[in-house]
């Protein structure tokens, strides 16, 4: 059975999806899985494009991997499950929105409710191995992240791209700045957030773009989803579930 995307990202990305390079990562991860323990959970691993459609995406938001920690990734760049401690680097972002907004800092560190608001929340590599951090770049998910951000650049609807950090704004050569936002800052890292991050005002800067555009805004206040206990939906596309070797 061929591999299938989630919603409309299996129009955009057929072809990508039929590339030797994706065969040979897809093999790999079957190893991968079978032999380490693997984040995120298989029926995670494309939640992102499940969450958000490419129709409906407005924002996107760069991430480099998934949190290697047991329990943490879920698909989502930045995001972490219910009832998870806030990692280093979200609870920087929430700094950066209270400043930025004016909103309260949530107790809780899952982004479900920007992501369904159109908010892409991409990593460049969409697994890792638990407990280390970066241990499956350069196995092929670089190249099918790079054609995503190719097919979101194509998009006649302008969109705004958040790049935190130099590894994501490594994507910026592939973007068209005449016709979408483009928000370079600092990583929101302990190491790095305050050489640009802090003060860098991504959340208004990217409500005004969309004004101007005459698109809806983006409710960025999470404080307002304290009590929610769980994920709601799970992607239902699994990429090693829809492979077959």
């Excluded at 991968?32 to 029926?43: G, V």
């Excluded at 929101?188 to 773009?209: C, I, V, Y």
Aim: aromatic share 10%; with cysteine; proline share 6%.
């Amino acid at each position: 059975m061929p591999l299938t995307l989630p919603q409309d990202w299996n129009t955009q990305l057929a072809g990508e999806l039929e590339q030797p390079y994706m065969q040979k990562l897809l093999e790999w991860l079957e190893g991968e899985y079978a032999n380490e323990t693997i984040y995120p959970p298989r029926s995670h691993i494309f939640e992102a494009f499940a969450r958000t459609s490419y129709t409906n995406t407005r924002v996107v938001i760069l991430g480099q991997d998934p949190y290697h920690g047991a329990n943490q990734a879920h698909g989502l760049s930045f995001s972490v499950q219910p009832g998870v401690r806030i990692p280093p680097s979200l609870r920087n972002i929430y700094k950066e929105l209270n400043s930025d907004l004016n909103y309260d800092i949530p107790e809780h560190g899952t982004l479900t409710s920007w992501a369904d608001q159109g908010v892409l929340l991409l990593n460049t590599v969409l697994t890792v191995r638990s407990g280390v951090a970066f241990s499956h770049q350069r196995q092929g998910w670089e190249a099918f992240t790079d054609a995503v951000i190719h097919a979101l650049n194509q998009r006649e609807q302008p969109l705004v791209f958040m790049l935190w950090g130099n590894h994501a704004q490594q994507k910026a050569a592939s973007l068209d700045p005449d016709r979408h936002c483009i928000i370079s800052s600092a990583h929101p890292s302990p190491l790095s957030a305050r050489k640009g991050f802090f003060g860098s005002r991504p959340f208004s800067r990217t409500n005004e773009f969309l004004r101007q555009k005459g698109m809806e805004t983006i409710d960025w206040n999470l404080a307002k989803y304290e009590n929610f206990a769980t994920i709601n939906g799970d992607c239902n596309d699994s990429v090693l579930r829809e492979h077959q070797g």
